[in-house]
């Protein structure tokens, strides 16, 4: 198993930037893909970015692409979203997933039931 720990969350004016990090425990971290969702408010979770075990390969929702970056420093253990240019509709609680690696063939995972491992999540606010 993983462990994953997020943290960075907090209070941002819109049009500011924040960068969100993942700490994982337990098994080897690149061993595994990555991704981060997002919840709002009565709103189900959603899909905001993914990279894959290497950090070769990324992919990211329509609704932050441009202004979000994903990453990940293997050696650290640690995964990142790098978030720009916020917006009030940012504002959610933010998970980092883990899944094991499969061939980049295979594209990246975009859904919630195709990750196995979630951390506790960390809230982020985007005041206008």
């Known amino acids: 198993q993983v462990q994953l720990v997020e943290s960075g969350g907090g209070l941002v004016q819109a049009g500011g930037s924040l960068r969100l990090s993942c700490a994982a425990s337990g098994r080897t971290f690149s061993s595994y893909d990555m991704g981060w969702f997002r919840q709002a408010p009565e709103k189900e979770r959603e899909f905001v970015a993914a990279?894959?075990?290497?950090?070769?390969?990324?992919a990211y929702a329509d609704s932050v692409k441009g202004r979000f970056t994903i990453s990940r420093d293997n050696a650290k253990n640690t995964g990142y979203l790098q978030m720009n240019s916020l917006k009030p509709e940012d504002t959610a609680v933010y998970y980092c997933a883990a899944a094991p690696a499969r061939p980049v063939v295979r594209g990246l995972r975009r859904r919630e039931y195709e990750y196995d491992y979630w951390g506790q999540g960390t809230q982020l606010t985007v005041s206008s």
């Open positions: 990279i894959s075990w290497s950090g070769g390969k990324t």
